[in-house]
């Protein structure tokens, strides 16, 4: 079973970054795909990042060009980057793993994006 561990929300200003952690609990060289979610209060959970194993990513058209989703595989974890972020942008933001064909999920961290 592998557990997943977010950080890095918080609040920021429009037009600011954060970047985000999500620390599994086993070597994510054995996990093929990895993905980033987020939820805004009265909205479906959606789609954002994946990070495949060996390198290809994918974004969602919202973020794609303000987000980058990156893996430190010594320190078994994936990283979202977020810039040029807008208050749409608020959310719980959930990292995936998806290993023989079961899902995993961490708790989510809060991004709040406001003046």
Known sequence: ???????GGGWVQPGGS???????SESIN???LMRW??????????????????GPTG???????R??????NAKNTIYLHMSTLKPEDTAVY?????KSDRDYWGQGTQVTVSS
Do not use: H, M
Request: aromatic letters at 10%.
């Open 94 to 98: 959930y990292c995936n793993a998806k």
């Open 30 to 32: 054995s996990i093929n």
């Open 37 to 54: 979610y987020r939820q805004a209060p009265g909205k479906e959970r959606e789609w954002v990042a994946s990070s495949l194993l060996g």
């Open 18 to 24: 954060l970047r985000l952690s999500c620390a599994a």
């Open 59 to 65: 974004y969602a058209a919202s973020v794609k060009g």
């Open 67 to 72: 987000f980058t989703v990156s893996r430190d």
């Open 1 to 7: 079973q592998v557990q997943l561990v977010e950080s």
